[in-house]
């Protein structure tokens, strides 16, 4: 069922090279933009507890209601959607190097 897909990558490395950079730079995004909005929530609840009126702020338990306007349901905010995007970081660096030792083995195009 699959097969076309592992001759797809076999025969090209460089689409599994781009494949892996796709993957790779989309997880880091992820971790990036889940580490920003965690850095938001956390000036947010900063600036709440040293505005004039402490009394009744409650942090905000996650982005989408600190932020209800801002379309936050991508971003990482708990163990598991940290550990996928640590998952797609990893997925990305392997098909990277299973590229490059596919091109060092000289598999690639096949020329007539």
Do not use: I
Not at 25 to 41: E, F, S
Not at 66 to 76: D, E, K, N, Q, S
Not at 87 to 107: D, F, N, P, Q, W
């Amino acid at each position: 069922m699959t097969d076309w897909l592992l001759v797809h990558f076999y025969f090209n490395p460089a689409r599994m090279r781009a494949a892996g950079r796709l993957v790779f730079h989309l997880g880091a995004a992820l971790l990036c933009a889940g580490t920003l909005g965690r850095l938001l929530l956390g000036v947010q609840e900063a600036l709440l507890r040293l505005g004039p009126n402490r009394q009744g702020t409650a942090e905000a338990p996650s982005l989408a209601s600190a932020y209800p306007a801002w379309p936050t349901w991508w971003v990482p905010e708990g163990p598991l959607g940290y550990v996928l995007a640590f998952a797609l970081v990893g997925l990305g660096l392997l098909a990277l190097s299973t590229a490059k030792r596919l091109a060092l083995l000289g598999c690639g195009p096949l020329e007539t």
